[in-house]
């Protein structure tokens, strides 16, 4: 019989289904093999490494003799660790500022420069270090991260992800139009070759040559054994503008061959929009430039999606895409505010996105937050005549509850990039990917007044809590912090 | 001559106007007897305790034998205290909770019940306790505070307010109608003598007979000296659907009478609008109730105005009536969005308010952040040609300046409580209350990097800041943290 190798005791809190939180006081969640072995109430006598454990429904599980028992905070609970499907790790340097612009100038401005940075590997890795390690403190246990367009820096900051431990998918991003010559691929040929190198060396391929494991030397251990599972890469052309029609094509094709994830951007920002008209007056919508090229698929997260017409949420729908969600950018680059409502009645996939440095805080509790804000304000608009975001067809709107928020963040997250089987809540077969959470952690922003349930606690950490109530993070079963 | 008995060194950051932030590096900042005497870059020799310091302008300034100099961090700054003008004291206790309805069901069922436990003083001195104490912690060295209908919790709050430092404005908040049993005031008359008992302690005046002081013992040293300068009352009716107009009237009395300032609520939310018009048709507005019974003055702060029409900003214009805008709790209340910037080009005085727990966040800073988002957003409505907002006359809506924000949590908050000689920016003869601030410290949130200069460090503390990063807080020169 096989025996679990941890089990957790005491409040256990994830949301098996959309906007139904389960809440299990003095549950037992066991673990064999990095896997959720089960997860609930025990009827037990012995518990003890060597011993076992008896669940309500009858099972009885043996504890391995190294089997690690771990106790939760007193007031505090394990939640599935947070998926982020949308954040670029190179613009973790300047987070914070930078808010006096939209979009396009925006990029121009800050976000390229910044990026062109990256040719310098130990550069790169100082600053994925620092963003990798910020994201796990605050819970992110599963994130999908764009480089940029230099294969090496973005190779290494896969083995950098998954070395610290992270479930990590990452982008080497493709530009080879409208972008500074700085920072722009020689052609549409070079991008793909480039491309297809960073694939082949993500994958293990060591053929593939890359000088990523050098110049990673500094701070980055690439003789250990990366604590986390393999990074995956993802095809991540930039957005329209700046990747050719010719671009574009291979990646889709790519994507295909390899079968792999694909993300971007789209309509985020109404110049964007107007731009990628401009550019591709042969394509009926934005979404439709990345269908006609093979980049809309059952794999593909789109960031924000704020301005996306019916058209094109049928669209989203019919291939099975997801839009990443990522509010604080929205806000803070000025884009505009999602109803992600509708798109989830519509049948749309919608996960979160911290979208760092469009949005300024690298925490994922944060990107929940700023959901259930948006959603307010999109629920006084559309209960209003003058229609405002877009098409008012259907229901009223009815504000994300908090639950559901969190819902996107982690079960939302996992679907979107395909591994919900995976990760995202504690189901049995599930990774062991989890945060733990003490709301009496060491200057905790959150106040408990005796008597208070766990579901209080629970929803002081949603809105108040932040890294310092991180006492534990797991992947793959695997304590990472 | 005098000396001065603390000198700061380093960067010293403030607004001393509307949108200009200043910046002064490798300045010494000198303060004598609570105030600042001088604040600007130096020539000098001698920087010793009983040493002295030359001015730019020339001037001479001692050391006293005992100063104080501190060396601010290497990448910190100093900067005013931010002032919080409107938040409520017993909602500290479930912050972050009860975000699933709007206004008027909010209050019945979260708010009501919650303050009706202060008439139990050691449970209200405990609530204070924590509320005071985050606040300041986050930089609030100045602080509206609404307390609940119990006179003696209400004169306990100024008192520990006072006793941990804070320079604080505290009223007891009135409500004879519309309001549950327990938690009621019997009568109009009732009301306003207990108003006029709580105006009498606060000032002073023990004849008024309370049993602040006995209570308080638990946990706050009523025989010691305050750190802060006494509190202030504040006349503090709830808002017009909870007060009588004999009660309203019988306030705006009471506060010519002490020339005291005034707080309440106004045009937060539309039911609320609704319920006022049901209540008062013989008035022209919401804002007009308040005029009318002499509440509307120059030391008036009336918090939200979300939906004030131009002729209710006329009114506060007239009167020199601020507006306290609380952009977190109209947001998580699901209350709506104001236009800051019209009402500061209308000549309406505004100022910034975290509205614990309307708000979940008692930090000013984030009061900055929500002001910043909220103003991308109108901006984007205002540009529209359906009107969403109220009127549309006037310029284009340029949003918020990340200084035009610190300003409105600084000077726009002294200016609207009347203390703008006193507090806000570091003008010659102002108390010196202030922010340490390290973005260094241990466990901060914020990532710099070499060669950014103090305005990069700034700018990543007004969007990712926290607590952990206020190396120290004083008011009226007096450390306080």
């Known amino acids: 019989m096989v025996a679990v190798e941890l089990l957790i005791r005491g409040t256990v809190i994830h949301t098996p289904s959309f906007s139904s939180l389960a809440v299990l006081e003095n549950a037992v969640l066991g ?9 609930e109430d025990a009827h037990t006598e012995v518990i003890d490494p060597g011993g076992f454990v008896t669940l309500r429904t009858g099972a009885r599980w043996d504890l391995a003799d190294a089997c690690v028992i ?19 790790a190179p613009q ?61 820096a973005a190779v290494q900051l896969g083995r950098i992800a998954a070395g610290l431990g992270q479930r990590a998918f990452v982008g080497k991003v493709n530009m080879d139009r409208n972008a500074p010559p700085t920072y722009c691929e020689a052609s549409a040929a070079e991008s793909l ?38 990074p995956q890469p993802v095809i991540t052309p930039r957005f329209v503008p700046t990747c050719t029609a010719e671009l574009m094509a291979g990646l889709g094709a790519l994507a295909k061959e390899h079968n792999l994830l694909v993300t971007s951007h789209v309509s985020e920002n109404e110049g964007e929009i107007a731009w990628v008209k401009e550019l591709h007056p042969e394509a009926p919508s934005y979404t439709a430039v990345y269908d006609m090229m093979g980049l ?10 704020v301005y996306l017409r019916q058209d094109e949420r049928a669209l989203f729908k019919a291939r099975g895409a997801a839009v990443s969600h990522c509010p604080l950018s929205n806000l803070q680059l000025r884009s505009g505010m999602l109803n992600v409502r509708r798109c989830l009645e519509e049948g749309v996939a919608v996960a979160l996105g911290t979208d760092v440095s469009g ?35 259907g229901k009223p709107y009815e504000p994300l509850s908090y639950a559901e928020a969190f819902w996107l963040a982690t079960v939302g997250g996992a679907r979107a990039l395909g591994v919900e089987h995976l990760t995202g809540d504690f189901g049995d077969g599930a990774a062991f990917d989890a945060v733990v959470v003490d709301p009496d952690a060491s200057g905790s922003p959150i106040d408990l007044y005796e008597g208070e349930p766990p579901l209080e606690a629970f929803q002081k950490w949603i809105q108040l809590g932040d890294d310092r109530n991180t006492a534990g993070v797991y992947v793959n079963g695997v304590g990472v912090l």
């Open 31 to 39: 673990v064999h093999d990095g896997r959720v072995a089960f997860c």
């Open 70 to 88: 771990r106790e939760l905070p007193p007031r505090g609970f394990v939640v599935p660790g947070l998926i982020d499907t949308h954040t670029h």
């Open 92 to 152: 973790f340097k300047f987070a914070g500022t930078g808010y006096d612009m939209q979009l396009l100038d925006w990029l121009t401005t800050y976000t390229f420069p910044s990026e062109a940075k990256w040719s310098d590997l130990q550069h790169a890795a100082r600053v994925c270090h620092n963003a990798v390690r910020r994201t796990l403190r605050h819970g992110t246990t599963s994130c999908l991260w764009f480089a940029t367009i230099h294969t090496d």
């Open 193 to 230: 070759a480039e491309t297809e190198r960073f694939v082949k060396l993500v994958l293990g391929d060591a053929a593939a040559g890359g000088r990523g494991a050098d110049a990673a030397a500094d701070g980055v251990c690439v003789d250990c054994a990366p604590l986390g599972p393999p």
């Open 296 to 305: 809309l698929t059952d794999k593909t997260i789109l960031a924000h999606g």
């Open 359 to 393: 949005g300024a805080a690298p925490s994922m509790l944060s990107a929940v937050r700023e959901a259930l804000k948006v959603s307010n304000m999109v629920s006084l608009a559309e209960r209003r005549p003058p229609q405002r975001f877009g098409e008012h067809e």
